[in-house]
Nanobody, 113 residues
Framework: QVQFVESGGGLVQAGGSLRLSCVVS????????LGWYRQAPGKQRDLVAS???????TYTDSVTGRFTISRDNAKNTVYLQMNSLKPEDTAVYYC???????WGQGTQVTVSS
C-alpha cells in the first residue's frame, strides 16, 4: 500500500525558505498526480500545490509566486520549495497521491514573525 515519508520542515523566520521532500513508496509513482496539503491548528486540511504526472503544477492563490512544487520520478520523490515564508504558512504539511485516500505523518513548518 502507498506510504509517504515527509521531511524538511522546521522553524524559520518570516521571509526565509524551506524545502520539503516526500518519498512515496508502494505505487507506480510516475503514473499519478501528487499534491502538498497543509493543516493549521483548528483548521481544515487544504491543498496548496499539485503536480500532474506530466509535471504541470497548480497552486492555491495564497502561495502562488512563493512556492514551487516539483517531482523526480527516478527517486519517487515530490518536493515543495517554499520561499518568502509568512507566519500564516505555519502548519503541518502533508504530501499525497491524489488518487488515493492515504496520508503520511506530515512535517511541521513553523514561521516566526
Amino acid at each position: 500500500q502507498v506510504q509517504f515519508v515527509e521531511s524538511g520542515g522546521g522553524l524559520v523566520q518570516a521571509g526565509g525558505s524551506l524545502r520539503l521532500s516526500c518519498v512515496v513508496s508502494g505505487t507506480t509513482f510516475s503514473r499519478y498526480a501528487l499534491g502538498w496539503y497543509r493543516q493549521a491548528p483548528g483548521k481544515q486540511r487544504d491543498l496548496v500545490a499539485s503536480i500532474t504526472n506530466g509535471g504541470r503544477p497548480t497552486y492555491t492563490d495564497s502561495v502562488t509566486g512563493r512556492f514551487t512544487i516539483s517531482r523526480d520520478n527516478a527517486k519517487n520523490t515530490v518536493y515543495l520549495q517554499m520561499n518568502s515564508l509568512k507566519p500564516e504558512d505555519t502548519a503541518v504539511y502533508y504530501c499525497k497521491v491524489l488518487a488515493f485516500n492515504r496520508w503520511g505523518q506530515g512535517t511541521q513548518v513553523t514561521v516566526s514573525s
